[in-house]
Every structure is written in structure tokens, then in C-alpha cells.
């Protein structure tokens, strides 16, 4: 997911809405792999597997070798879409990175922009009180100073803001992100194992 670049100050000067605070990992590997995860093995069925025994015990050793043939090539298939998925899973962790990547260079900027607009902040506050001990002979260049404060002032104040949002939004990014490396890991270990076991399967046929 592409992020456009945000300016440096809000324009709205609004808060981040709780749904956007509350926002975790989503997305298709929000909640971990579909082929490897433990919710896409069926229960074990005694009774599937005896019936499967008692077929197989009325066979011909050229039809039972015609079956195992056939079920290794799905395996195999399998095999394949396995590890397809886990390309697609490591895909998504790349977009998910980059995105942070991207949120950081905003913090970045939005600090900055926090400490020239403090800055200029006080620039015009030490304009103020010069012009403040002159009120009564430049009352109008005291006038306009003030508002230039004032107006400094809200800047600042807006940046804050804009900056402090950023940083929630890192933290919550980051946050997104160990979920999905930590469910990744686990995934990836679990693929691995399944993929053990059907290479073992193959062995014994």
C-alpha cells in the first residue's frame, strides 16, 4: 500500500480518530498462513482410515501403486502452492516495511518542521517584548508583531500536533509489524515442517 506524501503541517489541525489509533495488523496474512496453519488440517477419522484399509486390502498391487502414484503427484503439487503462498506472505511483510519506512521519513520531517516553527516562535516573542517597551511610540508596530506571534504561535502549536501524530502513527506501524513478522515466524516454521512431511511421505512410497 502506497502512502502519498502528507505536508508538514495538518490542515485540518485535527486529532487522530480512535479507529485509526486502535488499527493493528490486517490485510490477507493478518491472521497467519491458510494452507499451513493448524485450522486447515481436518480432524484425524478412524473411520475414514479404516475404510481406506479395508478398499485398499480388495486391490491389485498395480492399482494400490497407481493410487500412492497419484497421491504423491498432489503432493507435490501441494508442495508447490505451499511455497507460493510463503513467497506471497514474504511479499506482503516487504509492503509493510516499506510503509514504515515511508512513515518514518514524515516523522522525520514533521520534527524538523517542529523545531524551525519553535524557532521562529521565539524569535517573535523576543520581537514582542523589544517592541512592547516602545508601546506607546510604535503602538502599530507593536500591533503587528503581536499578531505575527500569535499567528507563530498556532503554527507551532499545529507542527506539535502534526508531529505527535506521526510518532503514534510509527509506534502503531511497528506495532502492526512484529505482529506480522512474529506470525510470519511462525508460519514459516510450520510450512517447513509440513513441507518435511510430505517429503518424508514421498520416501516411503
Known amino acids: 500500500r502506497t502512502q502519498s506524501p502528507a505536508p508538514s503541517v495538518p490542515a485540518s489541525g485535527k486529532s487522530l480518530t480512535s479507529s485509526e489509533k486502535e488499527r493493528r495488523a490486517s490485510g490477507a496474512f493478518a491472521g497467519g498462513a491458510a494452507i499451513t496453519s493448524p485450522t486447515s488440517r481436518p480432524d484425524d477419522d478412524p473411520a475414514l482410515h ?8 480388495g486391490l491389485s498391487d498395480e492399482a ?15 508442495s508447490k502452492v505451499i511455497k507460493g ?3 506471497a506472505q514474504k511479499k506482503h511483510l516487504d509492503a509493510q516495511l516499506k510503509e514504515l519506512a515511508n512513515l518514518q521519513k514524515l516523522q522525520k520531517k514533521a520534527s524538523a518542521e517542529e523545531s524551525k516553527t519553535h524557532a521562529a516562535q ?8 523589544k517592541l512592547r517597551t516602545k508601546y506607546l511610540q510604535a503602538k502599530a508596530d507593536y500591533e503587528r508583531s503581536d499578531a505575527e506571534l500569535r499567528a507563530k504561535d498556532e503554527q507551532y502549536a499545529a507542527s506539535c500536533e502534526y508531529a505527535q501524530q506521526m510518532t503514534e502513527k510509527l509506534g502503531e506501524k ?5 505482529e506480522l513478522r512474529r506470525q510470519k515466524g511462525v508460519d514459516d516454521r510450520e510450512r517447513e515442517a509440513k513441507l518435511v512431511e510430505l517429503a518424508e511421505a514421498r520416501k516411503k512410497n
Open 50 to 57: 479404516q475404510r481406506a484399509a479395508t478398499a485398499e486390502s
Open 122 to 129: 521565539g524569535k517573535a516573542s523576543k520581537n514582542v517584548h
Open 85 to 87: 503462498e510463503g513467497a
Open 174 to 178: 511497528t506495532h502492526e509489524l512484529e
Open 64 to 78: 494400490v501403486a497407481k493410487i500412492n502414484k497419484a497421491e504423491l503427484k498432489d503432493a507435490k503439487r501441494l
